[in-house]
């Protein structure tokens, strides 16, 4: 019987910021298709950009310590860093719209915040 390679540790961490950001992605098209009636979603932002932060801290701490990696260290340190960024923006969007007292949304914004989406679900 053939023995099953095990995911490497980076592959997966890399798998689970993918997912982060796809569920944070689906939450800024909420809250702009909605504003501001989707004002009390605005902290589930937050959660989602820490648990990013979270994530790449942990990729970050797995690299300054790991002797091998699957492929270049910069290119996952880099990697990581982009899809994090991703992830802040839409929440500083996000945190825009209540320090500024939007009071609607304009339809382009949506379009934006759903382009956003579409693209971070090819990352995934």
């Given at each position: 019987?053939?023995?099953?390679?095990?995911?490497?540790?980076?592959?997966?961490?890399?798998?689970?910021?993918?997912?982060?950001?796809?569920?944070?992605?689906?939450?800024?098209?909420?809250?702009?298709?909605?504003?501001?009636?989707?004002?009390?979603?605005?902290?589930?932002?937050?959660?989602?950009?820490?648990?990013?932060?979270?994530?790449?801290?942990?990729?970050?701490?797995?690299?300054?310590?790991?002797?091998?990696?699957?492929?270049?260290?910069?290119?996952?340190?880099?990697?990581?860093?982009?899809?994090?960024?991703?992830?802040?923006?839409?929440?500083?969007?996000?945190?825009?719209?209540?320090?500024?007292?939007?009071?609607?949304?304009?339809?382009?914004?949506?379009?934006?915040?759903?382009?956003?989406?579409?693209?971070?679900?090819?990352?995934l």
């Amino acid at each position: 019987m053939p023995r099953m390679k095990k995911e490497d540790i980076y592959y997966t961490l890399l798998k689970q910021l993918a997912a982060v950001l796809v569920d944070a992605a689906e939450e800024y098209v909420t809250i702009m298709s909605g504003f501001p009636e989707t004002f009390t979603r605005l902290p589930r932002m937050k959660m989602l950009e820490t648990q990013a932060d979270e994530t790449v801290r942990d990729i970050m701490t797995r690299l300054y310590t790991s002797f091998i990696t699957p492929f270049d260290r910069e290119d996952i340190s880099e990697l990581a860093l982009a899809m994090d960024d991703v992830v802040d923006h839409m929440e500083a969007v996000t945190i825009r719209l209540d320090l500024f007292n939007v009071g609607g949304m304009r339809p382009e914004a949506v379009e934006l915040a759903e382009l956003t989406l579409a693209a971070v679900r090819e990352v995934l």
